[in-house]
């Protein structure tokens, strides 16, 4: 079964598309200089493709024959390549995977203190810490604390990063975004003509609504199907870049060797973006994503180093879990964010964002999430928000085709922020996930199991203690600091990023 969300495995002829079918990466074979004609032959039996080299065209074949090499196809062929919705899974899980993080251990181990040793860097997802507190039956923060050892004291991590640390400094950069975006076009809607045609639409910078920008899967869907749509994306970049970024910004971890634990394997794609990339350091923001299930079959990949018999279960608790990590005052909680598990875009720009265009108004978040929500000021309703929550691949094709016909009044969108994540009940759900422990539990049921978990952080039956981002005076500490360093333009130009459309390649993009 397919690791991948569903958006990135759909397409318009086929459920799913292999590589194979409508790569457009041609196979290169290298001219020889040489006189000698050569042939390609194919051998019935085995499938091997043979080059054949004749000294003489018109006589038999010389009895040495070479194998062709194999074609490779890299990330980046597969991020410019439009044949197919996603890259293959063996491409991604080959280039990521925990046997790159061992590879980098043991060369670290080689090298010593040398120079150009790259200390090892590991951002958690909190989402990945619900699965496996669910999985192993324990409480988040004590999932928190066996993770830090594992990476501290097995693998030897210089720090571990809580990508809710990260999470907030994006809800902030994402809010700050929407309300840039609304005091510039106002309540200006699509400025599109009643054609349905791509070539009708007038998108432009700063239009609304403006759509979520965390998922990857829904990034390369829109990038390689639905390209129209991309002036309206966000151009924050996600909790996971923007922990690289924070990890890049600190002069001794510039080199650093940054692996992200992530519930989604599209996460996978999103760090092998050429736009991430640093030609003068040579590095990504992130090096390699493990999935959720990676760094559990990591666990018992490394022997000795203190590891107990007994697996995860038996791990030792860290004591100190770092700066890093988002926690009360007392260090012996974790603290969440209000709103989905996916992140909570849609509750902080409804809340941060409406006091911002309200005048600070005091609201609150609805009790349960419905799929839109509408935010007013005074009974005019003189100034009015339309926020929207849309999971999985078959809403995500109705809101597209809601916007695009424009179901709103004259001069004003139908929705003025998307919250879009491809899974199916959001990242909780992803494809990195733990699996159900057997077949009597119900996917449906897994889920929200793993959903109790993010709520519960110590295992007492409370819900994690919930913090707004705009509130976490550690987060407004540490921005701070850079924009003192680096400037308030070079601090943005690192928050955010950009979208391209990847064009298709007629005919070779076609299934029969």
């Known amino acids: 079964m397919s690791t991948f969300s569903t958006a990135l495995q759909l397409t318009d002829l086929n459920d799913y598309i292999a590589p194979s079918q409508a790569c457009i990466k041609p196979v290169e074979i290298p001219k ?7 042939a390609l032959t194919q051998d019935e039996a085995t499938g091997a493709v043979y080059q054949v080299t004749l000294d003489d065209p018109s006589a038999a074949p010389s009895s040495s024959t070479q194998i062709t090499e194999t074609a490779t196809i890299s990330l980046n062929d597969c991020l410019a390549c439009s044949g197919c919705v996603t890259s293959a899974e063996t491409v991604l899980i080959t280039a990521q995977s925990h046997l790159q993080v061992l590879e980098h251990i043991n060369k670290s181990a080689s090298q010593g203190s040398q120079d150009d040793a790259r200390p ?3 951002s958690v997802s909190r989402q990945s810490l619900a699965s496996l507190a669910a999985k192993y039956n324990l409480p988040l923060m004590g999932v928190a604390r066996r993770v830090v050892w594992f990476a501290k004291h097995v693998l030897g991590a210089a720090e571990v990063v809580d990508v809710a640390f990260a999470r907030d400094v994006a809800l902030m950069e994402a809010t700050a975004e929407f309300v840039e975006r609304k005091r510039i076009r106002g309540r200006r809607a699509l400025t599109a003509s009643t054609s349905a ?5 007038d998108f432009s910078n700063h239009a ?11 990034i390369c869907y829109a990038e390689k199907t639905q390209p129209y749509v991309l002036p309206l994306i966000s151009n924050t970049k996600s909790p996971q870049q923007i922990s690289g970024s ?10 650093a060797f940054h692996v992200a634990v992530m519930p989604c394997y599209d996460k996978k794609l999103e760090a092998s973006r050429q736009d991430f990339y640093d030609e003068i350091l040579g590095t990504r923001d992130v090096d390699c994503v493990l999935a959720t299930t990676e760094l559990d079959v990591l666990f018992g990949s490394v022997e000795g180093k203190g590891v107990p018999s007994g697996g995860f279960v038996e791990f030792p608790e860290a004591c100190d879990l770092g700066k890093w990590w988002k926690m009360d005052a007392s260090n012996k909680k974790l603290v969440g964010t209000p709103g989905s598990s996916s992140g909570g ?6 809340v941060a964002g409406a006091r911002s265009l309200m005048g600070g108004l005091d609201l609150t978040c609805p009790t349960t999430r419905a799929e839109c929500v509408t935010v007013t000021r005074g009974r005019s309703a003189d100034v009015e928000l339309r926020l929207a929550t849309v999971y999985g691949f078959k809403n995500i094709q109705n809101a597209l085709r809601k916007l695009r016909q424009g179901h709103a009044a004259p ?7 998307v919250e879009i994540m491809a899974c199916p009940s959001g990242c909780v759900n992803g494809g990195g996930q733990m699996p159900p422990p057997s077949y009597s539990v119900l996917p449906k049921e897994w889920v929200a199991q793993v959903e109790e978990k993010y709520r519960d952080g110590d295992g007492d039956g409370d819900d994690v203690t919930e913090e707004w981002a705009h509130e976490n005076a550690v987060v407004r500490e540490v921005i701070g600091e850079m924009v003192a360093r680096m400037g308030q333009d070079k601090v943005k130009g690192m928050l955010r990023t950009g979208y391209r459309a990847v064009e298709q390649t007629i005919g070779l993009s076609t299934v029969w």
């Open 32 to 38: 020889s200089n040489d006189s000698a004609t050569t």
């Open 120 to 122: 090892l860097i590991v």
């Open 197 to 201: 045609s791509d070539a009708a639409l």
């Open 208 to 218: 609304l609504p403006m759509l979520a920008s965390a998922c990857p899967g829904w």
């Open 246 to 255: 924070l990890v890049r910004s600190s002069p001794h971890l510039q080199r």
């Open 345 to 350: 875009y849609l509750e902080h720009l409804m």
């Open 411 to 417: 001069g004003d969108p139908a929705y003025h922020y």
